[in-house]
């Protein structure tokens, strides 16, 4: 089996929208990413929430494997690719997520329950307020598979 090759940056500056990034990758491609979630989930971004104006002090890390800001704040590309797959809704679309639940005949209820997630969180996958994550995307494969 081919080895797939890790996402690679070219160049990054911040977004229009506070905490987004546009991201041209090595292979051609570019994505608008909003990395808002991470940056307010984890202490070790606090710097760039304490200083907004910081965020847009951001550059490509070396080889093109991370993105980097004073302080060594410091983002994974593949994080990165990540996020943008998941956001861009090549992982599962909200569409896609709605038919996999009402071809199995799951209530939100019974779908989070099989999924191990809140009915909350499942309605906002479901109406394209939040990105499916691709764990459970590949979870909403392994319940067909089984």
Do not use: C
Not at 10 to 37: C, K, M, N, Q, Y
Request: no cysteine.
């Amino acid at each position: 089996m081919p080895k797939k090759p890790l996402p690679r940056i070219a160049a990054v500056e911040a977004g229009d929208r506070p905490f987004t990034l546009r991201i041209v990758w090595r292979h051609g491609g570019e994505s608008v990413v909003d990395i808002s979630e991470p940056i307010n989930a984890y202490r070790f971004y606090a710097p760039l929430r304490a200083a907004p104006e910081t965020f847009g002090q951001i550059r490509v890390g070396e080889y093109g494997a991370d993105i980097v800001w004073t302080d060594g704040i410091d983002m994974a590309a593949e994080t990165l690719w990540r996020l943008a797959q998941e956001q861009s809704g090549a992982t599962m679309s909200a569409e896609a997520f709605r038919r996999w639940r009402e071809n199995r005949a799951y209530t939100l209820d019974a779908a989070a329950k099989a999924l191990g997630v809140s009915r909350r969180i499942l309605s906002y996958y479901e109406h394209g307020e939040k990105p499916i994550p691709r764990t459970v995307a590949l979870a909403t494969r392994g319940l067909d598979a089984g």
